[in-house]
């Protein structure tokens, strides 16, 4: 019970229990007075003990999801991009049972139906949340802004950053699919947010296929490389990036797209993660969607705590690499063992 929870209790017994006392001649309660009095106690107990319960649910992360089509500008590109966001949209919504999914596209994909949806997640989402906003279709870049095609206005990455900033989410992926994303690196980065860009800068212009192998990463179990049943950004990124590279060979063409990342808030986007560097230890830590038993275990309120539990646990084993080469040997090793250790129990209680 928190601390208001007890104030609150105290509070209310003093309330009903100072009009209600009755005293024999003894100077002790009535038997009477005494239960009707302790019945009270026990509902008032019984309720602050839901409350907790209720609050202690409400505390669980929750992930939000924000998929955008932009606009197409040809019937193809059109439904192309509206294909690959309603996939999105159907993966995650399987994601988990407090999962929250918004998907833009065709007439609803404007900037004030954009602004209007991460305005509402602001208002609702939690700083232990999780929130991935995925944009799909064309982007332009001027040399200095870059913009998202939308259906009326387009907007700018500076737009987007100040409304993903409102939410308190502290854990974010935006993964940016568009020609020319590359542009809007410099604008969406900070610290908390992993942002994914099809193209290493904004002048690689040309329309892209990496949102393509971006879905194909959350349906295919290969891309899940360390087979902990769950599909990281960096998992995620490093499928799309290979079958993006794999698609223009095949095509014996010139690559127009080169996909980057970026999650430390403060340096520039990179092809590849690093212990040296920092770069891709949040990525590799940060779920976009998890698979079989583990997205059952999501599902399971019974389960879920568990799950999470397993989940921090294995965010732990990966900052440890990272942090592996300022550590002594022998403690590196001390703690590896432990994490890895309370991980195997932690996963055996998942499989009962």
Not at 178 to 190: D, F, W, Y
Not at 217 to 238: C, P, Q, Y
Request: charged residues 25%; neutral net charge; hydrophobic residues 40%.
């Amino acid at each position: 019970m928190t601390g208001a929870h007890s104030v609150a209790l105290a509070s209310q017994r003093r309330s009903f229990l100072i009009p209600a006392t009755r005293k024999t001649a003894g100077g002790t309660p009535a038997p009477r007075a005494f239960a009707r009095l302790w019945r009270k106690a026990v509902f008032v107990l019984a309720c602050c003990t839901a409350c907790a319960g209720i609050c202690a649910r409400a505390a669980q992360a929750a992930p939000y999801y924000v998929t955008v089509a932009g606009l197409g500008g040809e019937p193809d590109y059109e439904q192309r991009f509206t294909a690959l966001a309603k996939d999105l949209d159907k993966l995650f919504k399987a994601a988990a049972s407090d999962v929250h999914v918004y998907t833009l596209t065709g007439a609803d994909a404007t900037k004030a139906h954009l602004t209007d949806t991460l305005a509402q997640i602001a208002h609702e989402a939690k700083p232990e949340d999780e929130f991935t906003l995925v944009l799909i279709g064309h982007g332009s870049y001027d040399g200095e802004e870059y913009k998202f095609n939308l259906s009326g206005p387009d907007i700018s990455a500076e737009d987007l950053a100040i409304l993903c900033d409102r939410i308190p989410a502290k854990r974010q992926l935006i993964v940016n699919t568009t020609s020319a994303s590359g542009g809007s690196i410099g604008a969406l980065q900070r610290l908390g947010r992993i942002v994914i860009a099809a193209t290493k800068t904004g002048t690689e212009k040309n329309a892209t296929v990496f949102a393509r192998y971006w879905v194909d990463a959350l349906r295919d179990g290969s891309a899940d490389t360390d087979k902990n049943e769950s599909i990281s950004a960096l998992e995620a990124f490093v499928y799309a990036d290979r079958k993006t590279a794999a698609f223009y060979e095949l095509q014996k063409r010139l690559a127009t797209e080169h996909p980057v990342f970026e999650d430390t808030g403060k340096k520039e986007a990179v092809r590849a993660a690093s212990t040296e560097s920092g770069e891709g230890q949040l990525a590799a830590s940060f779920v976009v969607l998890r698979l079989g038993a583990a997205q059952k275990a999501a599902n399971d309120p019974a389960k879920r705590a568990l799950l999470e539990k397993k989940e921090g646990l294995e965010r732990k084993i990966d900052l440890l690499k990272y942090q592996k080469a300022a550590m002594s040997a022998d403690d590196y090793k001390k703690q590896l063992s432990d994490a890895l250790l309370e991980l195997a129990k932690t996963q055996e209680d998942l499989d009962k």
